[in-house]
């Protein structure tokens, strides 16, 4: 799957979870750049992500997340 | 994971407008209640659940009413996360028709909050309080094989609890709910576990099953987290990946269904559970298509497989009715077509005498709904209705939404779990007042059983220690009168229809004898269950105009101790000869030898099946039944009254 249609296909996950229409998520992007990521909305969009590509990851690769960008390629080395 | 269970499959899809509708509600400036309501019956996952809840507190915020859903305060005391659980909360609630505000302490701060009388949750003087706490919160270590360490440690942890308790009721007044605790799915012995004093799992059972009785002695709430676990597995219960990343105690996946349970017991509390359950006939109480398939051709066995699925609807209807559920039928079909199975299917479990209210006629299914209800002096919002056809179910939930309509799966095999699994007629308590509330219905059903036990039937009846009452037409009775009138079929000689102002008119005319006939028992008043009209005829006659009764008291003589208050009257009035017609109608063949039962002698009989009958008022002797009899307001009727 291409990084392009990641992004887009997480731009409404983040715009829903961190209740902001205009976020475009962007491969640098940290939860320090936006208001409502804290860690009870990361998860949350941890779930959401889950759910939308079909797949579960593990612990030590959520917690090995550090900017939008390490998702995507996550998401990538999956699919 | 997928499953009924889990995804609320009883109710319908969420719509593709979901999002729009919420943006919606929240632009507009209209009382929200009902359209949160109906966004909230939908099978929401944790997402939309938490964008619904948003809604509602926007709503609230800024001050739009939530009409129609009743408000409840919640407090949830946790060990875990609760941040998902409580948007889950308000949003199920919704759909139960509540208006939930929940108090959230912070985190893990249980005992803190319940002992400190100017607690957070204290002080918010909730409703309830929700104690969502599982294995972890409390002190439970493994004493492999010894039974005495074992008891304390029960009766430590239920210590626990109880003091929880005391200290809310003391510092707060608030119902407690308690949760029963799933055992975590690692076993260390295996199925010794189970049995091993001592062993968690052991030790949990004994614990779920001392907080049931506590729950059951005390009046607080019993939330049976333990059932909910063993139903969707234990293992998905209990994810763990999801403890460790954020401490939530059960699966997120499993917080939609959760909270759902959660409202239920709330929506209980509130007396907002179901009392009826209405069942669509062809295809869901039986397989196949009565008017077509005929009596031989509907699957209702043992040994067929579809026949089967259909009797597990009739099992759990029965089992329903058990517990004061009030049953009724509602079906597109011609009435005696639709009766015969009940009446001569061998198979059949449901019997006639377990319906209620019977509609089976060519209406639309919203109306006939509406008529249960009514009959049943029930509101529409306390219905359940049952049928496989998507159709017809959503005609019911865009015309009547707050009547419960269960979403079915394509196999009948399921349609019994499914309803279960919806939870409608969730209770917080079981007694005798429960059987009460279920009201003249269930009575029947005593009397039935009365019945099989006394010798005779007239044993039976004096056994029932019957009051019958009669008076003439009046203010007070006009109009369960008219309603009589109007909505009599079966036990109707003639079925004439009059409006209240008719009856008026009836109450006000002197030459016109009336009668109102109410009855009581020994389980409670039936209320009027009989009308009469008299109207004068030629040579001191009295032509019988209406005589109907409602057919909850057949069978008790009634009809027989009504002529006998009529001849009094009539004898009083100088009256020699009665006159009764029976005029045939599609559902009165019930009343087609009425009088001759009454010893009434045939004077005519024409080409619709219409019969004339006359009784000499002197000769006649009416055979009577025992109860006692009272006779009311009436003033002595003079002989110029008589036309």
């Not at chain 2, 060990?79 to 909360?89: E, Q, R, W, Y």
């Not at chain 2, 639709?338 to 006639?352: D, V």
């Not at chain 2, 009397?447 to 037409?473: C, H, N, W």
């Given at each position: 799957?291409?990084a392009?249609?990641?992004?887009?296909?997480l731009?409404?996950i983040f715009?829903?979870?961190?209740d902001?229409?205009?976020?475009?998520?962007?491969?640098?992007?940290?939860?320090?750049?936006?208001?409502?990521?804290?860690s009870l909305?990361h998860i949350?969009?941890?779930?959401?992500?889950e759910?939308?590509f079909?797949?579960?990851?593990?612990?030590?690769?959520v917690?090995?997340l550090e900017?939008?960008?390490?998702l995507?390629?996550?998401?990538q080395?999956?699919? | 994971?997928?499953?009924?269970y889990?995804?609320l499959?009883w109710l319908?899809?969420?719509?593709?407008?979901?999002?729009a509708?919420?943006?919606?509600?929240?632009?507009?400036?209209?009382p929200l209640g009902r359209e949160?309501q109906?966004?909230?019956n939908?099978?929401?996952d944790?997402d939309q659940?938490?964008?619904l809840?948003?809604?509602?507190?926007?709503a609230?915020?800024a001050?739009?009413?939530?009409?129609?859903?009743?408000?409840?305060?919640?407090a949830?005391?946790?060990n875990?996360?609760?941040?998902?659980i409580?948007?889950?909360?308000?949003?199920?609630?919704?759909?139960?028709?509540i208006a939930?505000?929940?108090?959230q302490?912070?985190?893990d701060?249980?005992?803190?909050?319940?002992?400190?009388?100017?607690?957070k949750?204290?002080?918010a003087?909730p409703?309830a309080v929700?104690?969502?706490?599982?294995?972890?919160?409390v002190?439970?270590?493994?004493?492999?094989?010894?039974?005495?360490?074992a008891?304390?440690?029960?009766q430590g942890v239920?210590?626990y609890l109880?003091s929880?308790?005391?200290a809310?009721k003391?510092?707060?007044?608030?119902?407690?709910i308690?949760?029963?605790?799933a055992?975590?799915?690692?076993?260390i012995?295996?199925s010794?576990?189970r049995a091993?004093?001592?062993?968690?799992?052991?030790?949990l059972?004994?614990?779920?099953?001392?907080?049931g009785?506590f729950?059951?002695?005390?009046?607080?709430v019993?939330?049976?987290?333990?059932?909910?676990a063993?139903?969707?597995?234990?293992?998905?219960?209990?994810?763990?990946?999801?403890?460790?990343?954020?401490?939530?105690?059960?699966?997120?996946?499993?917080?939609?269904?959760?909270?759902?349970?959660?409202a239920?017991?709330?929506?209980?509390?509130?007396?907002?559970?179901?009392?009826?359950?209405?069942l669509?006939?062809d295809?869901?109480?039986?397989?196949?298509?009565i008017g077509?398939?005929?009596?031989?051709?509907?699957?209702?066995?043992?040994?067929?497989?579809?026949g089967?699925?259909?009797?597990?609807?009739?099992k759990?209807?029965?089992?329903l009715?058990?517990?004061g559920?009030?049953?009724?039928?509602c079906s597109?079909?011609?009435d005696?077509?639709a009766r015969t199975p009940?009446?001569?299917?061998?198979?059949m479990?449901l019997?006639?005498?377990?319906i209620?209210?019977?509609?089976?006629n060519?209406?639309?299914?919203?109306?006939?709904?509406?008529?249960?209800a009514?009959?049943l002096?029930?509101?529409?919002?306390?219905?359940?209705?049952?049928?496989?056809?998507?159709?017809e179910r959503?005609?019911?939930?865009?015309?009547?939404?707050s009547?419960?309509?269960?979403?079915?799966?394509?196999?009948?095999?399921?349609?019994a779990?499914t309803?279960?699994?919806?939870g409608?007629?969730?209770a917080?308590?079981f007694?005798?007042?429960?059987l009460?509330?279920?009201?003249?219905?269930?009575d029947?059903?005593?009397?039935v059983?009365l019945q099989?036990?006394v010798e005779?039937v007239?044993a039976y009846?004096?056994?029932?220690?019957?009051?019958?009452?009669f008076?003439?037409?009046?203010?007070?009775?006009?109009a369960?009168i008219?309603?009589?009138?109007?909505?009599s079929?079966?036990f109707n000689?003639?079925?004439?229809r009059?409006t209240?102002?008719?009856?008026?008119?009836f109450?006000d005319?002197?030459?016109?004898?009336?009668?109102?006939?109410r009855?009581?028992d020994t389980?409670?008043?039936n209320g009027m269950?009989?009308v009469?009209?008299?109207?004068?005829?030629s040579?001191?006659t009295w032509e019988i105009?209406?005589w109907?009764m409602?057919?909850?008291?057949l069978?008790?003589?009634?009809?027989?101790?009504?002529?006998?208050?009529?001849?009094?009257?009539?004898r009083?009035?100088g009256?020699t000869?009665l006159?009764?017609?029976f005029l045939?109608t599609?559902?009165?063949k019930?009343?087609?030898?009425?009088?001759?039962?009454?010893?009434?002698?045939?004077?005519?009989?024409d080409a619709?099946?219409?019969?004339?009958?006359?009784?000499?008022v002197a000769?006649?002797?009416p055979?009577?039944a025992p109860m006692?009899?009272i006779?009311q307001?009436?003033t002595?009727?003079k002989?110029?009254?008589?036309?």
């Amino acid at each position: 799957m291409d990084a392009a249609e990641i992004y887009s296909r997480l731009t409404p996950i983040f715009q829903d979870i961190f209740d902001d229409d205009s976020i475009v998520p962007t491969a640098e992007m940290t939860a320090k750049d936006v208001d409502e990521w804290d860690s009870l909305s990361h998860i949350r969009m941890i779930l959401a992500v889950e759910k939308e590509f079909s797949l579960k990851f593990s612990t030590t690769e959520v917690g090995h997340l550090e900017k939008v960008g390490d998702l995507v390629s996550l998401i990538q080395s999956r699919a | 994971m997928k499953s009924l269970y889990t995804e609320l499959q009883w109710l319908p899809a969420v719509p593709a407008d979901f999002a729009a509708r919420i943006k919606a509600a929240g632009a507009s400036e209209q009382p929200l209640g009902r359209e949160l309501q109906a966004l909230a019956n939908h099978a929401l996952d944790l997402d939309q659940s938490i964008r619904l809840a948003k809604a509602i507190q926007k709503a609230r915020t800024a001050g739009h009413p939530l009409d129609g859903l009743t408000p409840f305060r919640l407090a949830v005391l946790s060990n875990a996360t609760i941040d998902f659980i409580v948007p889950a909360l308000v949003a199920a609630a919704a759909r139960h028709g509540i208006a939930l505000e929940v108090i959230q302490p912070s985190y893990d701060q249980v005992a803190q909050e319940a002992f400190t009388p100017d607690s957070k949750v204290n002080s918010a003087k909730p409703d309830a309080v929700l104690f969502a706490i599982d294995y972890r919160a409390v002190p439970l270590k493994p004493v492999f094989g010894d039974a005495e360490a074992a008891a304390q440690n029960v009766q430590g942890v239920i210590a626990y609890l109880k003091s929880l308790q005391a200290a809310i009721k003391a510092n707060s007044g608030a119902t407690c709910i308690f949760q029963t605790f799933a055992p975590p799915a690692e076993s260390i012995f295996g199925s010794l576990d189970r049995a091993l004093p001592g062993s968690i799992k052991n030790q949990l059972n004994a614990i779920n099953a001392q907080i049931g009785e506590f729950c059951l002695e005390t009046g607080d709430v019993l939330f049976d987290v333990d059932g909910l676990a063993q139903t969707v597995g234990i293992a998905d219960w209990h994810d763990v990946r999801m403890w460790n990343m954020g401490k939530f105690a059960f699966s997120p996946d499993l917080i939609p269904l959760y909270a759902d349970h959660v409202a239920r017991l709330v929506a209980a509390l509130r007396g907002k559970s179901r009392r009826c359950l209405i069942l669509d006939l062809d295809n869901t109480v039986w397989g196949g298509i009565i008017g077509d398939d005929g009596l031989e051709g509907i699957k209702i066995a043992q040994g067929d497989a579809v026949g089967e699925a259909h009797l597990a609807v009739q099992k759990l209807a029965l089992d329903l009715r058990a517990r004061g559920i009030v049953l009724a039928v509602c079906s597109k079909n011609e009435d005696e077509i639709a009766r015969t199975p009940f009446q001569s299917h061998p198979e059949m479990l449901l019997r006639l005498n377990h319906i209620a209210v019977f509609h089976a006629n060519w209406n639309d299914k919203a109306t006939n709904i509406k008529a249960i209800a009514e009959e049943l002096s029930l509101g529409i919002d306390a219905m359940v209705f049952l049928d496989d056809n998507p159709v017809e179910r959503g005609l019911v939930r865009k015309l009547l939404p707050s009547v419960a309509v269960p979403e079915l799966p394509e196999d009948a095999a399921l349609y019994a779990r499914t309803l279960t699994a919806a939870g409608y007629f969730e209770a917080v308590a079981f007694a005798s007042e429960d059987l009460k509330r279920a009201g003249y219905y269930q009575d029947n059903a005593r009397r039935v059983q009365l019945q099989k036990q006394v010798e005779g039937v007239d044993a039976y009846l004096a056994s029932l220690d019957m009051t019958i009452t009669f008076q003439p037409f009046n203010a007070p009775g006009r109009a369960r009168i008219a309603q009589l009138i109007n909505k009599s079929n079966q036990f109707n000689l003639t079925t004439r229809r009059y409006t209240e102002t008719d009856v008026q008119s009836f109450e006000d005319d002197p030459s016109t004898f009336t009668l109102q006939v109410r009855l009581a028992d020994t389980f409670g008043d039936n209320g009027m269950i009989s009308v009469i009209i008299c109207k004068p005829g030629s040579d001191a006659t009295w032509e019988i105009d209406t005589w109907l009764m409602s057919c909850r008291v057949l069978g008790r003589k009634v009809e027989n101790m009504v002529l006998a208050e009529i001849l009094e009257h009539a004898r009083r009035a100088g009256i020699t000869r009665l006159t009764g017609t029976f005029l045939p109608t599609e559902r009165n063949k019930l009343v087609i030898q009425h009088y001759a039962k009454l010893g009434f002698a045939q004077v005519s009989e024409d080409a619709s099946g219409r019969t004339e009958w006359a009784l000499d008022v002197a000769g006649a002797q009416p055979d009577t039944a025992p109860m006692r009899v009272i006779s009311q307001g009436f003033t002595p009727l003079k002989e110029n009254t008589v036309v």
